[in-house]
């Protein structure tokens, strides 16, 4: 499977402000996705970061929220824009490497005061 | 609407012990089932199931898809305190999206 860095690891960030989360990966993969993973909750899909186009935003996300960035097959950024203490999660990244099972980045636990 | 379901939510044994995890799912389009074990922030993934009745098994950890009944098992044995985490369960669409089921947490007790 792909290896995936994922940074930051964690941040605490004041409401209002915006946080910028990279993923890299190892090797090219096809497809990369973000999820938000709430406190005592399981993952949710954000949305699907697409090389070379707009990212596909799952049902109660939207852009102007959850900006987006795949520059490359290899690179993707997310931004929780004009955050709020209900943005506290782990977010994390995972590429597809059919056959192998999706990876994960390591995850950035996000703490919003 | 497509849905993955676990149980039971959490589950406490003693060390050694075998545990049973169940993850049953309603989707159009399976394409597989994946199990994830979540001990901090990113789930490692443990097996990827696409045919139904054949096993996967890697050290104490097995598992097996049924997609007739539309459910897997996840087993441990011998468990030990490592074991401790949350294990996700996620089926992947037609579409490469995976839903995720809500987790059991298991804690093993020394």
């Known amino acids: 499977s792909a290896v995936i860095s994922q940074k930051p690891s964690r941040d605490i960030c004041q409401r209002g402000t915006s946080l910028t989360i990279q993923c890299q990966v190892d090797s090219q993969v096809t497809m990369m996705f973000w999820y938000r993973q709430q406190p005592g909750q399981s993952l949710t899909l954000i949305a699907t970061?697409?090389?070379?186009?707009?990212?596909?935003?799952e049902s109660g996300f939207v852009i102007d929220k959850f900006p987006i960035s795949r520059p490359n097959l290899t690179f993707s950024t997310l931004t929780v824009s004009n955050m709020s203490p209900e943005d506290s999660s782990i977010y994390l990244c995972?590429?597809?490497?059919?056959?192998?099972?999706?990876?994960f980045g390591s995850g950035t636990r996000l703490t919003v005061v | 609407e497509d849905k993955v379901v676990q149980s039971p939510l959490s589950l406490v044994v003693h060390e050694g012990d075998t545990v049973t995890l169940n993850c049953s799912y309603e989707v159009t389009n399976f394409r597989s089932l994946l199990w994830y074990k979540q001990e901090k922030k990113a789930p490692t993934f443990l097996f990827m199931l696409?045919?139904?009745?054949i096993e996967k098994k890697s050290g104490r950890l097995s598992s097996i898809l049924d997609k007739k009944e539309l459910f897997s098992i996840l087993n441990i044995t011998a468990t030990q305190t490592g074991d401790s985490a949350v294990y996700l369960c996620a089926v992947l669409f037609g579409n490469e999206k995976l839903t995720f089921g809500t987790g059991t947490r298991l804690t093993i007790i020394p």
């Open positions: 995972s590429g597809d490497r059919p056959g192998s099972g999706y990876t």
């Open positions: 970061a697409n090389q070379g186009s707009e990212a596909t935003y």
């Open positions: 696409t045919s139904s009745g």
